[in-house]
């Protein structure tokens, strides 16, 4: 007897109308007792897995948002594939995150999805996001979770978002792509009718969930009864894995082509003895690959391979390898057409392709991803309607393809991998294949390099456990196979060659590595005429061309400096080529010409604008100028934007991860190491504020920011104050870290330094070093910050940074001052008995109007005498009171005023409003100032 068949009926088109849980749900009550999850502390009951869930729903129901997404950053084990369930029954998307990630990324995706909530199993999974995800974000640990009690309200719904998995990154920025319930149903469905996963099935799960691979795993497993047998390769090891496969009877197996090769490469008999079925994706599968999937893998167990993408949400082509069949060339064909999913080759212009042709492969179908998340923009450019077909949508995912006379396609890889030189059309895979046949290569990867505007083939390789491997020998070898144009200029070996993070190799992380191998020899690279005296010029001293650059003690400032002076005099960046082991030559020999910029003449600081414009390029903040001189970083934040000058892009960086996505930060680089001397004439760092000025005036700018600026920064962030106030806009308070400048300021000002300033700065090495500082600030403040000199903006003292700042702009917020473009009112008066008036006031700025007692708002009124016209006279108001109270940004309020003696018997008065002794609002349309 079938026993799936009888509790558990195979996935059908009529599950696609309910929501994933509650096929889970059917699942879990026909296979209560079973088991679900294996991971590497215990089994889980479906019974367990489903209260587990239940738990995790309840919480994220109660703690985000409809529509929100909640963050996973999670180990592989049972608690992460709870969390996901929890997360689709109550119908919020999840963002799968792993901890062994880079911070900078993991924040980067946190804030780029608008996560209010991050959930990891332990305090250690949330320990890179420390400080950096924001004070918007909670985070909690699984334990946190379990311990919280209350109901939860389950909204699941086919087609509410399910999922929100960024890509990795290999071919540009990082992209969310979001999917919702109903289309990753489908791709279960599709994969369970090739598959049939049933309760006598054990699973693998070799990846982190935040993998679009994963998905077929976990889903496929757990909507259909079967075990999910969950390993982390990465910190468990390839022997482990191996062990555990067969340990818990694995027979349905997942393994990409790479992870393939080397669980291969270890294994002493069967990778894994009872497997049914072999699942490969994800990556080009060899000729040679097959065949070592048949000599690894017990004789009866079938091949399944294909090729789809993170877009596409489930594979576009796909087939069981026939036992018999033997690929003609170095690659195995993946697959025929698959059910729901056409798929097309196109050329350039989007036009079909003759039989037997190269083409870029187009895939339509209803179930694609729905787009990237958070960006409309680009989901319009790249998931487009498909004509004639209501509800089907095409996306082209970059991918190069022929199809056979038979029906198959072979995948050439990817359309941004081809590359060509001399007249020949080269794919890398042939030349990976051809090393990779050389005996001790366990890996290859083939990376074009660009230099002096000629194209060459550079081979990356990783030897097998043991083996010594020659790059120059490896190429010889590669000579008497290949014909020239596919022969490498040099094979570097690797001890191990980079992966990302669903373990594919890392083509751009290749690409631009530093290695000695990697570098042009001694003597390889013509010197121009003038290089080593623009280095002996930064580094005072004379300099050996084929000296490293650790030897030269080089320091930031002077690197820096150099990049500049070889930008302006040579017209080449040199920007990826400066690292500890470079040298001069090697420097030269990766240049690449210089960018043009288009500047904004100002006078004698075009050269500085110009560096400035060079070194800001490494801001992550979206430029509010052609230039990119001025940088916007949480852009969205609904919170009074700061304004801050920074001595490196590296602290503005910093700086918007630490104050949080609500937080505007508007970011400027000083002047700082782009002078020999102390520091730069102050006619320049004046020039140059008002210059930042008039671009961000430029823009849609609030009434008041916050305006600061680190040390040498700070005289910059006094001239912006300053500009600001002079343009009718606010400074609400100018914050200088750990600097006074002894120059008088009519505004608020708050003044940082570090907790250990005192010994690392001799600005602060005085018995009370804020002492004489209220000589200069009317209205100053002093407070204490975490870390240094130099420090402020590491982790973690950049935290106390932020928080400083946040609570800054809050107080500014209510007591900075009334910038002129402020001073507007809708004024409104109206008879009372008893000699008195109501007078209206409406506020229609971004700006409260605090009461007289504090900001000296009043409210004027004047007898008007017969020759005295409508509208307020130029003289002394007979009656001055001030604002009775706050009227808040955008409402009104209704104030009872005695009306002064009427000293002309006209009965006439005019109403106005003023700041005294600074300025009188200007009357909106709307207003009726006039009494009688």
């Not at 014909?483 to 669903?502: D, F």
């Not at 950049?798 to 946040?806: I, M, T």
């Amino acid at each position: 007897m079938n026993v799936r068949e009888v509790l558990v009926p195979p996935l059908s088109m009529a599950d696609l109308e309910h929501p994933l849980p509650s096929r889970f749900a059917q699942v879990a009550g026909a296979c209560a007792d079973r088991p679900a999850i294996i991971d590497d502390s215990r089994t889980v009951t479906y019974a367990e897995l489903q209260d587990l869930a239940g738990r995790y729903g309840a919480f994220i129901s109660r703690h985000v948002a409809p529509g929100e997404p909640v963050a996973l950053c999670m180990r592989t084990n049972r608690h992460v594939v709870a969390a996901m369930l929890g997360a689709l029954m109550a119908g919020r998307p999840y963002v799968p995150l792993d901890p062994a990630y880079p911070a900078d990324h993991l924040a980067r995706v946190v804030r780029h999805s608008g996560a209010g909530l991050v959930i990891g199993h332990v305090a250690e999974d949330l320990a890179a996001l420390a400080g950096v995800e924001g004070s918007a974000v909670e985070s909690v640990t699984s334990m946190d979770v379990l311990e919280a009690s209350g109901a939860g309200r389950f909204e699941a719904r086919p087609e509410a978002a399910a999922y929100v998995i960024y890509t990795s990154g290999s071919t540009g920025a990082p992209k969310g792509v979001w999917q919702d319930q109903r289309g990753l149903l489908h791709d279960i469905l599709q994969y369970s009718q090739v598959v049939q996963p049933g309760h006598a099935d054990r699973h693998s799960l070799l990846y982190s969930p935040c993998v679009n691979g994963a998905l077929r795993d976990i889903y496929g497993s757990v909507l259909n009864g079967a075990t999910l047998c969950m390993s982390d390769l990465r910190r468990e090891g390839l022997r482990a894995v191996l062990r555990s496969l067969t340990d818990r009877r694995v027979t349905l197996l997942h393994a990409m082509p790479p992870v393939l090769r080397s669980l291969a490469r270890v294994a002493d008999g069967p990778i894994c003895p009872e497997a049914r079925v072999f699942y490969t994706a994800g990556d080009r599968f060899l000729t040679q690959d097959l065949l070592a999937a048949r000599a690894s893998l017990p004789e009866a167990c079938e091949i399944y391979t294909g090729i789809g993408s993170t877009e596409c949400a489930t594979l576009y082509r796909h087939w069981i390898v026939p036992r018999n069949f033997v690929p003609e060339g170095e690659l195995v064909p993946v697959g025929f057409p698959v059910e729901d999913r056409e798929m097309r080759l196109v050329d350039e212009a989007g036009q079909g392709m003759a039989d037997g042709e190269i083409g870029q492969i187009r895939v339509c179908s209803p179930y694609i991803a729905r787009g990237y998340w958070k960006d409309e923009a680009l989901t319009r450019e790249t998931f487009r309607p498909d004509p004639g077909r209501p509800g089907w949508r095409c996306f082209q995912p970059g991918d190069l393809g022929r199809e056979r006379p038979d029906g198959l396609l072979e995948f050439l890889g990817r359309a941004d991998r081809q590359i060509k030189i001399r007249g020949y059309r080269i794919e890398p895979a042939e030349t990976e294949a051809a090393l990779r046949r050389i005996g001790g290569v366990a890996e290859a990867a083939i990376v074009p390099e660009e230099r002096l505007g000629k194209t060459s083939l550079i081979g990356f390789v990783e030897p097998v456990e043991g083996a010594a491997l020659d790059g120059a020998a490896l190429r010889d070898a590669l000579a008497q196979a290949l014909p020239p144009q596919l022969l490498p200029s040099r094979v570097i070996v690797l001890n191990a060659l980079p992966r990302l993070g669903n373990l594919k190799l890392d083509v751009k992380a290749m690409r631009t590595m530093l290695t000695d191998e990697g570098r042009a020899p001694a003597g390889a690279a013509e010197l121009p005429d003038g290089y080593m005296a623009l280095w002996e010029k930064v580094f005072k001293r004379p300099v050996d061309a084929d000296m490293a650059l650790e030897a030269l003690s080089a320091d930031s400032l002077e690197l820096l400096e150099l990049e500049l002076l070889l930008e302006r005099d040579l017209k080449v960046s040199v920007r990826d080529a400066i690292g500890p082991e470079a040298t001069p030559r090697t420097v030269w020999a990766q240049a690449v010409p210089a960018p043009e910029r288009r500047l904004t003449r100002y006078g004698a600081i075009d050269d500085r604008l110009n560096a400035l414009a060079s070194l800001m390029a490494r801001s992550n903040g979206i430029a509010l100028d052609p230039d990119g001189l001025v940088r916007l970083h949480n852009h969205g934040g609904s919170r009074m934007p700061l304004m801050w000058c920074f001595n490196q892009v590296r602290e503005a960086n910093a700086l918007a991860a630490a104050l949080g996505p609500d937080q505007p930060l508007i970011a400027m680089r000083s002047l700082a190491g782009l002078y020999t001397g102390d520091r730069p004439p102050p006619h320049e760092e004046r020039q140059v504020a008002e210059h930042y000025v008039g671009i961000v005036l430029g823009r849609d700018l609030p009434q008041r920011v916050v305006v600061g600026g680190n040390c040498q920064a700070a005289p910059l962030a006094f001239y912006m104050a300053n500009a600001l106030a002079l343009s009718g806009h606010g400074a609400a308070s100018l914050v200088l870290l750990e600097k006074l400048l002894p120059v008088p300021y009519a505004g608020r000002a708050l003044i940082l330094f570090g907790r250990d300033s005192r010994l690392h700065n001799p600005s602060f090495q005085f018995a009370e070093p804020t002492a004489a500082w209220d000589r200069y600030l009317s209205r100053g403040q002093t407070a204490l910050v975490d870390g240094s000199h130099g420090k402020f903006f590491d982790r973690p003292n950049v935290v106390s940074l932020a928080g400083a700042l946040r609570a800054e702009i809050d107080r500014a917020g209510e007591v900075g001052w009334l910038p002129e473009s402020a001073r507007r009112v809708v004024l409104k008066v109206a008879g009372a008995p008893d000699g008195r008036t109501v007078v209206h006031v409406g506020n229609p700025n971004e700006v409260d109007l605090v009461e007289g007692a504090r900001s000296r708002i009043g409210i004027a009124i004047h007898a008007l005498g017969p020759e005295e016209a409508d509208a307020r006279p130029a003289r002394v108001p007979d009656l001055t009171v001030p604002l009775p109270r706050r009227v808040a940004a955008g409402e009104s309020a209704d104030f009872e005023v005695a009306l002064p003696p009427d000293r002309h018997g006209t009965g006439r008065y005019v109403v106005s409003l003023c700041e005294e002794g600074v300025g009188w609002f200007a009357l909106l349309e709307g207003s009726a100032p006039i009494l009688g």
